[in-house]
């Protein structure tokens, strides 16, 4: 403790670190352990019978099963972009590559009503598709097509990065050695992008659980089939079961903290096999 | 400067065209990028285009009669205003938390590092419903707040704080591996020289980082103004009174009012298109400035 307090020769340790620790527990720490301590004076029985209702339970299979499915997409298709933009040259790069963070930028709700009237019934896509059998908007499907939108740039700006730093030394050697591109690209490339892909997965994931704005336009929000849990969270409150919405809430930031710890953990080892590659 | 974006992306692809080895055939390249090309026009450009190609749907003069109403004048207001008071709160706090994470050790860095991060993995669903429970009628302080005739919940400082809430991380965050990179050499001589702490930080530290600081700023004001979720559940949806430009958006389309909705939602892709292209130039600057400082 003394020889780091002699070497501090900045001042303005003590300002800086009190005013982070009390504006984070005013704002953040504070609040969220609202939903804790509300949770526990109600009670395990009531607790458990508002999180664990059919109604509930299918709200929290579509939420997690529906991110799972578009965090996988976006891994596959994000890949792709970020090697398309890293590797090659096409007209217009410049602006494709500025636009994958649309998404960060552009707000929910307006992403919500854009999608809606895309798939709808008399959409531009919407009019095409539904010949075809295919319902995008009011299903899950629509739900998925949301989700896409709002994780992409999480895998691209991810893996881009990492795939920016690699040499090709080692796929020149690779190749030189016989190995076909595929062979290269599977055992050469991949294994250093694949902790960074796999947090990009997980950020997409942690994001498309909780997201709201974009999916409630598109989603119908049937019970027990188009409802997500954020939905249902929403939907309590307004009945004044105040409760009920906390219960749910704390399910969810149960979640949102593994998911946190688990990304951590996946950051800091793509940090290790990038700072060493 | 068109010519010097041109060259730094031919700079840039160079690396990787060099040799035939490290190249697919082309074909492969020519499927890979019309997959990127389809995937970024079916789930990026289409929803943008469709936002202006909506709103001007029934011609110019529906569109600036939705912009004028007053009930969308006072949700741009209302928008700006909240924006006004969350982004300088959330940039002071990012500045200080980022001078204590960066050029300071201690215990539990890491903790508070990921502390920090907290509110971007909670759903704005939650981030709003924490502070009903805090402030609303039947939370934690509704009764003393109901006597003391302080409204939090339904009111605009009910929007500001879950505002504050969900973009809280941006400036942070940016800021932090920034000034971490940096190390505190110039700081400490500056302050062996003579100077104090605040010329240090002012002459020394802000002319570092303005180009990360300008881009946390740019991200946290973008989110923002285009919050729903939290905002949401905290509002109360009065119009005119507690509607920011998403809710009303939402009230809109709600209300099979299409145009006037995409309308009102033009302004938000526009405030999205002018946030990438200040972020793409922040960027851009950025990596000149860096890329000058190691040459020099």
């Known amino acids: 403790m003394n020889t780091s307090a002699a070497r501090r020769v900045l001042p303005g340790f003590p300002l800086a670190l009190g005013y982070t620790l009390v504006y984070l527990s005013l704002i953040v720490l504070v609040p969220l352990s609202a939903?804790?301590?509300?949770?526990?004076?109600?009670?395990?029985?009531?607790?458990?019978?508002?999180?664990?209702?059919?109604?509930?339970?299918?709200?929290y299979q579509l939420t997690y099963g529906v991110s799972l499915l578009a965090a996988a997409i976006n891994a596959v298709f994000g890949l792709i972009f970020a090697w398309v933009l890293v590797r090659y040259t096409f007209p217009g790069k410049r602006i494709v590559d500025a636009l994958v963070?649309?998404?960060?930028?552009?707000?929910?709700?307006?992403?919500?009503?854009?999608?809606?009237?895309?798939y709808a019934g008399n959409g531009w896509l919407g009019q095409w598709l539904q010949p075809l059998g295919i319902k995008v908007a009011f299903t899950p499907l629509g739900i998925l097509v949301a989700l896409i939108f709002i994780g992409l740039p999480f895998v691209v700006r991810t893996v881009q990065p990492v795939l920016e730093d690699l040499s090709t030394e080692l796929e020149e050697a690779a190749a030189s050695l016989g190995a076909d591109r595929w062979q290269t690209f599977y055992r050469v490339v991949l294994p250093p992008v694949l902790p960074a892909l796999l947090t990009g997965f997980a950020l997409a994931f942690a994001r498309a659980v909780g997201e709201y704005g974009s999916v409630i336009f598109i989603a119908g929000n049937v019970p027990m089939v188009s409802e997500i849990t954020p939905l249902l969270i929403i939907t309590k409150l307004e009945q004044f079961d105040y409760p009920g919405a906390t219960a749910i809430a704390a399910v969810m930031l149960v979640t949102s903290f593994i998911l946190l710890f688990l990304i951590n953990g996946l950051q800091a080892w793509a940090n290790r096999s990038h700072g060493g590659g | 400067m068109g010519a010097a974006v041109a060259t730094h992306w031919t700079v840039h692809s160079r690396r990787f065209e060099a040799s035939a080895a490290t190249r697919?055939?082309?074909?492969?390249?020519?499927?890979?990028?019309?997959?990127?090309?389809?995937?970024?026009?079916?789930?990026?450009l289409l929803?943008?285009?469709?936002?202006?190609?909506?709103?001007?749907?029934?011609?110019?003069?529906?569109?600036?009669?939705?912009?004028?109403?007053?009930?969308?004048?006072?949700?741009?207001?209302?928008?700006?205003?909240?924006?006004?008071?969350?982004?300088?709160?959330?940039?002071?706090?990012?500045?200080?938390?980022?001078?204590?994470?960066?050029?300071?050790?201690?215990?539990?860095?890491?903790?508070?590092?990921?502390?920090?991060?907290?509110?971007?993995?909670?759903?704005?669903?939650?981030?709003?419903?924490?502070?009903?429970?805090?402030?609303?009628?039947?939370?934690?302080?509704?009764?003393?707040?109901?006597?003391?005739?302080?409204?939090?919940?339904?009111?605009?400082?009910?929007?500001?704080?879950?505002t504050v809430f969900v973009t809280f991380p941006f400036v942070a965050r940016e800021l932090i591996p920034l000034m971490e990179a940096q190390g505190q050499e110039e700081e400490e001589a500056a302050i062996v020289l003579g100077a104090s702490g605040w010329q240090t930080f002012w002459r020394v530290t802000l002319p570092n980082i303005k180009w990360g600081l300008l881009y946390g700023v740019i991200l946290c004001n973008a989110r923002a103004m285009g919050e729903f979720g939290a905002v949401s559940v905290v509002s109360g949806h009065i119009r005119g009174r507690t509607n920011t430009m998403p809710l009303y958006v939402e009230i809109l389309y709600n209300e099979y009012n299409f145009a006037a909705a995409f309308a009102v939602a033009s302004l938000l892709a526009l405030l999205a298109l002018l946030t990438l292209v200040v972020k793409s130039l922040v960027e851009w600057r950025g990596r000149q400035e860096l890329s000058a400082g190691q040459e020099s």
């Open chain 2, 47 to 162: 929803p943008l285009v469709t936002v202006f190609a909506e709103a001007l749907r029934k011609g110019w003069g529906v569109y600036f009669a939705a912009l004028v109403d007053p009930d969308a004048r006072s949700a741009i207001f209302l928008t700006l205003l909240v924006a006004a008071i969350a982004v300088p709160l959330n940039l002071v706090f990012g500045v200080s938390a980022a001078w204590a994470i960066a050029k300071f050790n201690f215990r539990g860095k890491q903790l508070l590092t990921t502390l920090i991060d907290l509110p971007f993995s909670v759903s704005p669903v939650v981030a709003g419903l924490i502070f009903v429970l805090l402030f609303g009628a039947q939370g934690w302080f509704g009764p003393w707040l109901i006597e003391h005739d302080v409204k939090i919940i339904f009111a605009v400082p009910g929007l500001v704080l879950a």
């Open chain 1, 101 to 118: 963070d649309l998404p960060f930028a552009l707000p929910t709700a307006v992403a919500g009503i854009a999608l809606t009237a895309i």
């Open chain 1, 35 to 59: 939903v804790f301590l509300k949770s526990a004076t109600q009670g395990w029985e009531s607790f458990w019978a508002a999180i664990s209702t059919p109604r509930v339970v299918a709200s």
């Open chain 2, 24 to 44: 697919e055939p082309a074909w492969v390249r020519g499927i890979l990028i019309a997959i990127a090309l389809a995937f970024f026009a079916l789930f990026l």
